[in-house]
């Protein structure tokens, strides 16, 4: 059967031959009725879309499961929440800086008065108790409010989800970060009791004031444990949740009122208060707690502090860091700027263990007025104590505290130093050089044995600033800092270099070498002997005569050009310290020098360090005064005072209570007499005293 015979739209032709095509008509052919054998016409539904759609979603929402259980912190989501803070320990273990968060103790919403629980549940989350983590109603209504309202914007988050935007999540407000919190907060509650939930947030919350959670925030307005707080307290500690750093009383306290009103309402409309007791409630007071919290600034916690986060790393927790200062000496070194009677001059002072164990630290007279750290941050010129350098380097070419040098004018280039009391010796030895602090034995040597020489001395003790290759660098013309100057003296009397300074127990992880030990180097015991030669000459009859103790003591003093600067390095029984004392502007000080102030200062704090006393001083003999031109102390000096090197004129002026000390050199020196210095004493005894009261009665003291 031919194919074509069962197409019910072909026309039969009327005679063989004829063609199979229709013929042409003016109306169209009829179709032939529907064979009722065959099947009707396929067509698509739109339905087919349906299941792929729903499976389509079903895998976006498994993969956006996955990856939010991937970056949400969920592991840590059930983990107390700590804010991050580090608290610096001094050597004997007691608090003494905080950085970062004043946090409280844990609280249990179990154990608080209904009231307290209550204020916050009205202001933040009135459905807490009933939702699931989020809340659809409070969400609705915040969308509305904010899209369809002119009043302020409002938000929907539970406590729940603000537990876990404040301790787990950053604060972007992204879809990813949403959603990061809607997942924590459903682990929370599936996890977590709702009064667990409400007691993490109300122990870690931040209520102003660096007050983290509801024991430190009620503790530091109010001087009361939590537990003890009143509705109208409640009211207002609540109220700061929502802008703690705007509505924190102490600076904001009308605010911190008005925002109590309406927490109190709040109250009232959930039932915690009566409408009776709400109207009785009056604007609380405060009542701040005296500052026993600890400073979170300091000289010496600020230089530490980066040591600190370096050695803890990533800080997310609550960290307490030991350092090398020891409570003693710190409150030593201040009680000594304290008496020095500084007035616009500035201090800076460093003690340190001879292995660099900066135990204590002063950066100026008051760091509340000036956080500027002298002792670390200043470069300044070193003076005359940079003479160590060069005189250990004239050890190194064999030379010894007994070998012969001339203290004779020098012309070195276009530069003459001169001796700082016009006084030239000749020949004299190398330990009388140094103790009288000889400019012109010093840019001699320099030139004898070259710049480089001292240099390389400078910088086998830790010197690492830049010093320039001349003669000049005798005097200490090159900067360098306190701290670092203190470390190089105090590989004297370790007896290796370099030494580096350090504030913490646990030093940071250097290089290999250093962890290892064989980046220091012993000094021999020739270079050794000399220079302790050297420097307690310098204390026993040279420049540094008034920092002498009735222990061995070691050190130098240095004065700028012009007075600028002044300062007393050097150690005893086990302590080397440094003193600067100049101005921060550069500008010169009349009368100042390094045997003077800095060397007091230096001997004042080191009697209260070691238990040691002022070297007695032997009482100059009276000398009679005859007849004779104006010009015979000039010539009694030039006669008598190279031999005994003393004041050879002094005597006290009556009612007065000073000293006129006229000395070798024809330099006057105003000093208090016998009398005066009683009273000082005695004065200084009482300031002692009354300092000891207020330590027993505040605890640890100020500016460590």
């Given amino acids: 059967m031919r194919i074509d015979s069962l197409d019910p739209w072909r026309v039969a032709p009327d005679r063989p031959g004829d063609s199979i095509a229709p013929t042409p008509s003016s109306t169209p052919p009829t179709p032939p009725p529907a064979d009722p054998g065959l099947p009707p016409a396929w067509r698509p539904s739109r339905a087919r879309w349906l299941p792929r759609i729903a499976a389509g979603a079903i895998v976006i929402l498994l993969l956006m499961v996955a990856w939010l259980a991937i970056t949400a912190p969920l592991s840590r989501s059930l983990e107390p929440p700590v804010p991050p803070s580090i608290t610096l320990l001094s050597a004997e273990g007691d608090p003494i800086v905080r950085h970062g968060a004043d946090i409280g103790d844990p609280v249990n919403a179990a154990r608080l008065p209904d009231h307290v629980t209550g204020a916050f549940l009205a202001i933040e989350d009135r459905r807490f108790r009933s939702h699931w983590g989020i809340d659809p109603r409070g969400i609705a209504r915040a969308f509305f409010n904010n899209v369809f309202t002119s009043r302020s914007s409002q938000g929907g988050s539970t406590i729940t989800q603000q537990l876990a935007k404040n301790a787990f999540l950053s604060s972007d407000r992204t879809f990813g970060r ?121 000289y010496f916690a600020d230089w530490v502090m980066p040591q600190a986060r370096d050695q803890a790393g990533a800080i997310a927790r609550e960290l307490n860091v030991q350092t090398t200062l020891e409570t003693r000496m710190q409150r030593a070194a201040e009680r000594a700027v304290r008496a020095a009677g500084l007035r616009e001059a500035q201090v800076g002072i460093v003690a340190m263990r001879p292995d660099g164990s900066v135990i204590a630290m002063v950066g100026g007279r008051d760091y509340a007025k000036s956080p500027f750290n002298r002792a670390t941050q200043a470069r300044r010129q070193p003076g005359s104590t940079f003479k160590l350098f060069v005189y250990l380097a004239a050890l190194r070419a064999g030379m010894t505290p007994d070998s012969i040098v001339d203290d004779s004018p020098v012309t070195i280039g276009d530069w003459s130093p001169r001796n700082s009391d016009g006084r030239y010796r000749g020949r004299i030895t190398l330990a009388q050089a140094f103790a009288q602090s000889s400019n012109v034995v010093a840019a001699r040597l320099t030139q004898q044995l070259g710049p480089r020489a001292v240099i390389k001395a400078a910088r086998d003790l830790g010197i690492s600033t830049d010093i320039p290759n001349e003669a000049t660098i005798a005097l200490g013309t090159s900067s360098v800092s306190l701290l670092e100057l203190t470390a190089a003296y105090a590989a004297v009397a370790a007896g290796e270099a370099p030494i580096r300074p350090r504030g913490l127990q646990r030093p940071a992880e250097g290089s290999w070498l250093e962890r290892l030990g064989f980046d220091r180097r012993a000094l021999s015991g020739r270079e050794l002997e000399g220079l302790r030669t050297l420097l307690a000459a310098s204390i026993d009859g040279g420049t540094g005569r008034q920092a002498a103790l009735s222990v061995e003591a070691f050190g130098k003093t240095g004065t700028t050009q012009d007075n600028r600067d002044a300062l007393f390095v050097g150690y005893a029984d086990g302590i080397v310290t440094g003193v600067w004392v100049g101005n921060d502007d550069n500008s010169p000080n009349a009368g100042l020098s390094g045997g003077g102030v800095p060397a007091r200062i230096w001997r004042d704090f080191m009697t209260r360090a070691t238990g040691a006393s002022a070297a007695a001083r032997a009482v100059p003999e009276e000398v009679e005064i005859v007849e004779e031109p104006l010009n015979v102390i000039d010539a009694f000096a030039n006669e008598i005072g190279p031999i005994l090197d003393q004041p050879v004129v002094q005597g006290e002026f009556e009612g007065l209570g000073l000293n006129l000390r006229v000395g070798p050199d024809g330099a006057i020196e105003v000093a208090p007499g016998p009398r005066r210095r009683d009273r000082e004493d005695r004065a200084l005894r009482r300031e002692e005293e009354r300092l000891r009261r207020e330590e027993e009665a505040l605890g640890a003291e100020g500016f460590y």
Avoid: C
């Fill in 178 to 298: 949403k959603a990061q919190e809607v997942m924590i907060a459903f682990w929370l509650e599936a996890w977590l009791t709702k009064d667990e939930i409400l007691s993490r947030y109300l122990s870690n919350v931040y209520f102003g004031d660096n007050a983290y959670g509801l024991d430190a925030a009620a503790r530091h307005y109010f001087s009361r444990p939590p537990e003890e707080l009143t509705p109208g307290q409640a009211a207002m500690l609540a109220g700061l949740v929502k802008a703690p750093s705007r509505l924190a009383p102490t600076k904001n306290l009308q605010g911190a009122r008005d925002r109590q009103a309406l927490v109190v309402a709040a109250m009232a409309e959930t039932g915690v208060l009566s409408e009776a007791e709400a109207r009785n409630i009056a604007p609380v007071r405060l009542r701040v707690a005296k500052s026993d919290r600890l400073p979170n600034g300091s």
